[in-house]
T-cell receptor, first 113, second 116 residues
Framework: DVKVTQSSRYLVKRTGEKVFLECVQDMDHENMFWYRQDPGLGLRLIYFSYDVKMKEKGDIPEGYSVSREKKERFSLILESASTNQTSMYLC????????????FGPGTRLTVT | AQKITQTQPGMFVQEKEAVTLDCTYDTSDQSYGLFWYKQPSSGEMIFLIYQGSYDEQNATEGRYSLNFQKARKSANLVISASQLGDSAMYFCAMRGGGTGGFKTIFGAGTRLFVKA
């Protein structure tokens, strides 16, 4: 059974804290993605990676960074959390190529106070 | 720039009837893929159907079909014989761009309510 796991389902952090969201996939997928989901805005791509140590900016990378040191793990980092980063964060992975669907993790609901 | 537009924030359909969820897209790429995902209230994202830009036939998967009109840049999802379990958010997505890994973008979603 294919699986994408995220380190936390719920997270509460204070403004200015450094936040790490971890994502692990066990399908040997090349691609990994981080999205944030907000009501009325759908899923917006923050960053994606198609190989170890490779990363590409999505549509809303400001305030975020990523790390991919191993193929199965893709981390999203909020360098200094702000209240406008309160959101649901979804990680996904897929095989390389444009005709492969993505497999999603369960999501992390982050609240920044 | 790539863009996905879903103009229906919410839709109602009677159980056992068919429903069409609209999706239009914008891209300058010649090669791209179009996807639909379902997100029930539990939150997980479920892949439903895929259409490649060079596919001549409309994709079908069980009760789901994708009405692909390339010239109009539309990729509407048709659900036949709606069931109560079809009540969910539905997202249209596009993947392409040629960037390594192929960027994927999503629309804002349509919430479907199936009435008994």
């Amino acid at each position: 059974d294919v699986k994408v796991t995220q380190s936390s389902r719920y997270l509460v952090k204070r403004t200015g804290e450094k936040v790490f969201l971890e994502c692990v996939q066990d399908m040997d997928h090349e691609n990994m993605f981080w999205y944030r989901q907000d009501p009325g805005l759908g899923l917006r791509l923050i960053y994606f990676s198609y190989d170890v140590k490779m990363k590409e900016k999505g549509d809303i990378p400001e305030g975020y960074s990523v790390s991919r040191e191993k193929k199965e793990r893709f981390s999203l980092i909020l360098e200094s959390a702000s209240t406008n980063q309160t959101s649901m964060y979804l990680c996904a992975s897929s095989l390389l190529g444009q005709n492969y669907e993505q497999y999603f993790g369960p999501g992390t609901r982050l609240t920044v106070t | 720039a790539q863009k996905i537009t879903q103009t229906q924030p919410g839709m109602f359909v009677q159980e056992k009837e068919a429903v069409t969820l609209d999706c239009t897209y914008d891209t300058s790429d010649q090669s791209y893929g179009l996807f639909w995902y379902k997100q029930p209230s539990s939150g997980e994202m479920i892949f439903l159907i895929y259409q490649g830009s060079y596919d001549e036939q409309n994709a079908t998967e069980g009760r789901y079909s994708l009405n692909f009109q390339k010239a109009r840049k539309s990729a509407n999802l048709v659900i036949s014989a709606s069931q109560l379990g079809d009540s969910a958010m539905y997202f249209c997505a596009m993947r392409g761009g040629g960037t390594g890994g192929f960027k994927t973008i999503f629309g804002a979603g349509t919430r479907l309510f199936v009435k008994a």
